[in-house]
């Protein structure tokens, strides 16, 4: 138990409609990271908050947004959704914004389908 | 464009052998190295990393083992055991940026230890 925790486990949705993923960082962690697992594009970053700030950004679609709140747990929200965001969500934590020795703690993510 | 490359998808390898993992990257900004395990319906599980200032970092039975010239760095557990069976994945930061611990994963390999 990595000490992230991921909610829904499963989520089922049609197309078009959106969705909230949640993630609850490790105690005192103050990073929060979120990756998508897809069959053919492996796991990708996708944004990066910093306590309650967003500090890095990757391949996140615009219908893709996330927040940090003030008890540091952090949301994912996808809109419009389309049969390619079917995928795994991941989230991970760390300690600090970056550095070395900063390692990145992953939850048990959410399985997405979009039918 | 891939950064990170892990060119074989799987290994097969017999208990107590060797096992050998390769990564490969092209990104000359990366100056962190990680490998993650995966197990099924599980998130990525860190093993050990390694700075671009160093060359080989070992952890019990876990090497790590980076060629810079060569951009190659691999993971060497020995001896294997069947509880190590798993999705192993190499992952790369860019510390010197400053701006967040993202991480780039390669595809990962599927590491099968027989007994």
């Known amino acids: 138990d990595s000490g992230v925790t991921q909610t829904p486990k499963h989520l089922i949705t049609a197309t078009g409609q959106r969705v909230t993923l949640r993630c609850s960082p490790r105690s005192g962690d103050l990073s929060v990271y979120w990756y998508q697992q897809s069959l053919d594009q492996g796991l990708q970053f996708l944004i990066q908050y910093y306590n309650g700030e967003e500090r890095a950004k990757g391949n996140i679609l615009e219908r893709f947004s996330a927040q940090q709140f003030p008890d540091l747990h952090s949301e994912l929200n996808l809109s419009s959704l389309e049969l390619g965001d079917s995928a795994l969500y991941f989230c991970?934590?760390?300690?600090?914004?970056?550095?070395?020795?900063?390692?990145?703690?992953f939850g048990p993510g959410t399985r997405l389908t979009v039918l | 464009d891939q950064q990170v490359k892990q060119n074989s998808p799987s290994l097969s390898v017999q208990e107590g052998r060797i096992s050998i993992l390769n990564c490969d990257y092209t990104n000359s900004m990366f100056d962190y190295f990680l490998w993650y395990k995966k197990y099924p319906a599980e998130g990525p599980t860190f093993l050990i990393s390694?700075?671009?200032?160093?060359d080989k970092n070992e952890d019990g039975r876990f090497t790590v083992f980076l060629n810079k010239s060569a951009k190659h760095l691999s993971l060497h557990i020995v001896p294997s055991q069947p509880g190590d069976s798993a999705v192993y994945f190499c992952?790369?930061?860019?510390?010197?940026?400053?701006?967040?611990?993202?991480?780039?994963f390669g595809g990962g390999t599927r590491l099968m230890v027989k007994p």
């Open positions: 992952a790369a930061s860019a510390l010197r940026n400053n701006a967040g611990n993202m991480l780039t």
């Open positions: 991970a934590s760390s300690t600090r914004l970056a550095g070395a020795r900063n390692e990145q703690f």
């Open positions: 390694i700075s671009s200032i160093k």
